[in-house]
T-cell receptor, first 115, second 107 residues
Framework: GAGVSQSPSNKVTEKGKDVELRCDPI?????LYWYRQSLGQGLEFLIY????????KSGLPSDRFSAERTGGSVSTLTIQRTQQEDSAVYLC?????????????FGDGTRLSIL | LAKTTQPISMDSYEGQEVNITCSHN???????ITWYQQFPSQGPRFIIQ???TKVTNEVASLFIPADRKSSTLSLPRVSLSDTAVYYC????????FGAGTRLTVKP
């Protein structure tokens, strides 16, 4: 079946511009996660959705970052007034959620470059 | 949430067995242990998950001692294609991947 899909796969933009990153989770997955990964580093948690609600926004690095999820499916991560330090790979994952731990299924990410 | 500690890097040679140990001293009673593998330019992918004793699948084995304060991912007869970063996670909906263990398999 279809996996997690992220778009665009690559994005180059100028400092100060706003960007939107999209994630299409696996159908039926209620949990959705956003991470950021800088070159050669581990994954940095950004935000977690259960359905359309975000019980954990603790990882968002500043108020320039926001995310939403609609219809319990597609999610958009928005970065306003981008800075060069925002350059990274942004990864999205989804899982069945629920009480038992369910493995996360990842997309291949959006590589964001801020000039 | 339980914190995990694993080696930053490991080297091995083709055909050898590789064991990567993760420490999680504060694991809670209900926590599962999950391992992921990440290749360059790809998102992590699930390898194996366990709660106690031993779990084996077609890719790896996971050994968990009785006190569950650590776990060991075992990769039998590694090949060059097993070169990747391996992450250990503990807990329900745990989002803390950390830096992982960078495994390099040499010919």
């Amino acid at each position: 079946g279809a996996g997690v899909s992220q778009s665009p796969s690559n994005k180059v933009t100028e400092k100060g511009k706003d960007v939107e990153l999209r994630c299409d989770p696996i159908s039926g997955h209620t949990a959705l996660y956003w991470y950021r990964q800088s070159l050669g580093q581990g994954l940095e948690f950004l935000i977690y959705f259960q359905g359309n609600s975000a019980p954990d926004k603790s990882g968002l690095p500043s108020d320039r970052f926001s995310a939403e999820r609609t219809g319990g499916s597609v999610s958009t991560l928005t970065i306003q007034r981008t800075q060069q330090e925002d350059s990274a790979v942004y990864l999205c994952a989804s899982s069945l959620g629920g009480d038992m731990y369910q493995p996360q299924h990842f997309g291949d990410g959006t590589r964001l470059s801020i000039l | 949430l339980a914190k995990t500690t694993q080696p930053i890097s490991m080297d091995s040679y083709e055909g050898q067995e590789v064991n990567i140990t993760c420490s999680h001293n504060n694991i809670a009673t209900n926590d599962y242990i999950t391992w992921y593998q990440q290749f360059p330019s790809q998102g992590p992918r699930f390898i194996i998950q366990g709660y106690k004793t031993k779990v084996t699948n077609e890719v790896a084995s996971l050994f968990i001692p009785a006190d569950r304060k650590s776990s060991t991912l075992s990769l039998p007869r590694v090949s060059l294609s097993d070169t990747a970063v391996y992450y250990c996670l503990v807990g329900a909906n745990d989002m803390r991947f950390g830096a992982g263990t960078r495994l390099t398999v040499k010919p």
